[in-house]
C-alpha cells in the first residue's frame, strides 16, 4: 500500500475541534489537555502506548462515555464550531451525526438486512430502504458477499466481513465523522488491509478518527497522526501531532520516536 | 529424522508416554458425580412411578369425567373442574399481573435505575423476598386483597382474585430476579452498538436489550408460572376453601368472585381423607397438575427457541 498518493483532501475544513481536553473516571484523569483540530475529509490516527487514553478521547467525541457513569470532561469539543458538550446537545443526535465502529465487530443478531437499517430505522429514515442499505453495503464492499443472503444473521459472517458489517451499519445513518476504535484489532492482515483499503474509499465522503495499536496501520492508512502517551499520573496527553508522514519519518520529540521505531510501547 | 532432539531434564528421559493404571482420585470423583445424579434421578423416578401407579387407572377409568365433575363426598364421583377452573384463572391473574410487573421491573433496575446505594438495596431485597415462606405471601393476601374485596362489599372476600393476587405477589421476585439476569447477560457492546447508530435509550432498550434478553425471561416465566401453578401454603390463607363448596362451575361472575378452589388444594384435602379411594384420587390430580404444568413449561420453551431462531 506504499504506492498510495497522500494527498492532501482539497477542503482543509476542522470538523471537529478539541481545546484542553480532559476526561476524567471520577477523580481519575485519563487523559490531561488536549487540544487539536480534526480535518474533515481526512483519516487521522490516535496511536500511543496502552492505558493511555486513546479510546476514551475517542468515545469521548461521539458522547459514548456518557454510558459510564463516572465519566465527564472539561475543556471544549466543538463540532462545526458547535460544543459537543454544551448545554441542550443531545448525546443522541451527537451519535447520529459522529459514528462509530468498535473494536470487536459487534452486529446485532438480526438479519444482515436489519442490521443495516436499524440505526435508519431509529432514525425515522422515510425513503427507500432496500436502496439504502444496499448503497451502506456497497460502501462497506460488502454487498457482493451478503446480496444473496440478506435475510441470514449477521453473525454467521466472517470476522472480516462482520467488522465491514458494522462500518455499513455506521454508514447507513449518514453520519459526517466516523469513529474506529480498533477495528482490525481482532482480524487477520487480509481483513485488515481490506478494512484500510475501505477506510482510504471512505474518506471521500467521510472524516475517519481511528485508535490503532498497530503503527504500521497508522503509517499505511493515515492522513494525520495524533501521537499520545502517559504522564507520571497515569493522564494520556498529547506528546506530538500532524502529518503522518512527518510524525513517522521526521518526528521531533525523542517519544515519539522511539514509539513509531517499535523501541517502546 | 536427523535433527537434534532437543535437551530434555534428566527426570523424564527414557519415561513412557503411556499412563501405568488408572488415576484413582479422578475416577472416584467422577463415580461421586454420577452417584449424585443417580440418586436424585432415582427419587423422582419413585415420585413420578408411585403416582402413576395410583392414580393412572382413575384416570382410565374415569377418563374425561373425572375433570369434569365437580368435588363430592363420594369417591367414585367426585372430579377436579372446579380446581381445573380455579388454577387456570390464577395462572392468568398471574400472566396478566405478576409477568408485566416484573419485567417492567426488572426493565427499569437494569437499563434506568442508577447504580447507588439504593438501587443495590432495593435489588437485595428483591433476592430475599424470594426466599421468604409462601405462608408470609399467605398472611399478606389475607391482610391485604382478601381485606380488600371484602370492604368492597365482595362477600367474605376470598374469591379466587384475591389468591391470584396473592399468588403474583409470591412469584413476582422470581419474575424479577430472572429477568434482570436475562437483561444483564446481553452483552454491553449490543448496547453501544446501538447507541452508537444514534439510538435513543427506550430504542436501544425496547428494540435490542429487550430482544437480546427475551428467551432468558421467558425462562422466569416459566420458572414463576410452575411455582404459582403449584402453590398450596398461600391459597390455604388467602381463601380458598377446602371443601366442595367451591363455586368453580357458575357463570364468570360467579368463578370470580365466589368461592374458589386449585388443584393442589384439592390434592392436599383428598390426601387428608381416610378412604383409600381419595388417595387414588389426588395421585389422580397430581397427575393432571403435573400435565399442565409441563404443558406449560413446553410452550414457553417452544416459543423461546422459535423466538430465538427468529430474531
Known sequence: MADVPWTVPPTSDIVIRLEDVSLFYGSFRAVRDISYPFRTHAITAIIGPSGCGKSTLLRSINRMNDLVPSA???????????????????????????????????PFPKSIFDNVAFGPRVNGFKGNLDDLVEQSLRRASLWD????????????????????????????????????????????????LLIEELMLELRERYTIIIVTHNMQQAAR????????????????????????????????????EDYVSGRFG | MTTQAPSVTAGTVGRSLRRTGPHWPSLMFMGLLALSLLV???????????????????????????????LS?????????????GTL???????????????????YLEEYAPTSRLTRLIDINIRNLAGVPSIVYGLLGLAVFVGLFKALGFGNGRNVIAGG?????????????????????????????GYGVGASRWQVTWGLVIPAGFPGILTGIVLALSR???????????????????????????????????????VYRWTTLPQEEFRQLAAAGMIVLLVITFAANGLAIYLRDRYARSW
Request: with cysteine; aromatic share 6%.
Open chain 1, 72 to 106: 465527564h470532561a472539561t475543556g471544549r469539543m466543538l463540532f462545526h464550531g458547535e460544543d459537543l458538550y454544551g448545554d441542550g446537545v443531545d448525546p443522541v443526535e451527537v451519535r447520529r451525526r459522529i459514528g462509530m465502529v468498535f473494536q470487536k465487530a459487534n
Open chain 1, 145 to 192: 458477499d451478503v446480496k444473496d443472503k440478506l435475510k441470514q444473521s449477521g453473525m454467521a459472517l466472517s470476522g472480516g466481513q462482520q467488522q465491514r458489517l458494522c462500518i455499513a451499519r455506521a454508514i447507513a445513518t449518514e453520519p459526517e465523522v466516523i469513529l474506529m476504535d480498533e477495528p482490525c484489532s481482532a482480524l487477520d492482515p487480509r481483513s485488515t
Open chain 1, 221 to 256: 492508512a493515515s492522513d494525520e497522526t495524533v501521537f499520545l502517551t502517559m504522564g507520571d499520573d497515569r493522564a494520556g496527553y498529547l506528546v506530538e501531532a500532524g502529518a503522518t508522514t512527518d510524525v513517522f519519518t521526521n518526528p521531533t520529540s525523542k517519544l515519539t
Open chain 2, 40 to 70: 436424585t434421578l432415582l427419587a423422582l423416578l419413585f415420585l413420578i412411578v408411585d403416582i402413576l401407579d395410583r392414580g393412572l387407572p382413575v384416570l382410565m377409568e374415569r377418563g374425561v369425567d373425572f375433570l369434569t365433575s365437580p
Open chain 2, 73 to 85: 363426598s363420594d369417591p367414585a364421583e367426585a372430579g377436579v373442574s372446579q380446581a381445573l377452573w
Open chain 2, 89 to 107: 384463572w390464577i395462572g392468568i391473574i398471574v400472566a396478566v399481573t405478576a409477568f408485566p410487573l416484573g419485567i417492567a421491573t426488572a426493565v
Open chain 2, 165 to 193: 393476587l396473592t399468588v403474583a405477589v409470591l412469584v413476582l421476585p422470581i419474575v424479577i430476579i430472572t429477568a434482570a439476569e436475562a437483561l444483564r447477560a446481553v452483552p454491553l457492546n449490543i448496547r453501544e452498538a
Open chain 2, 228 to 266: 404459582a401453578l403449584g402453590e398450596t401454603a398461600v391459597l390455604i390463607l388467602a381463601g380458598a376453601v377446602l371443601g366442595s363448596f367451591s363455586s368453580g362451575n357458575a357463570d364468570l361472575m360467579g368463578q370470580l368472585l365466589g368461592s374458589y378452589t386449585a388443584l393442589p388444594m384439592v
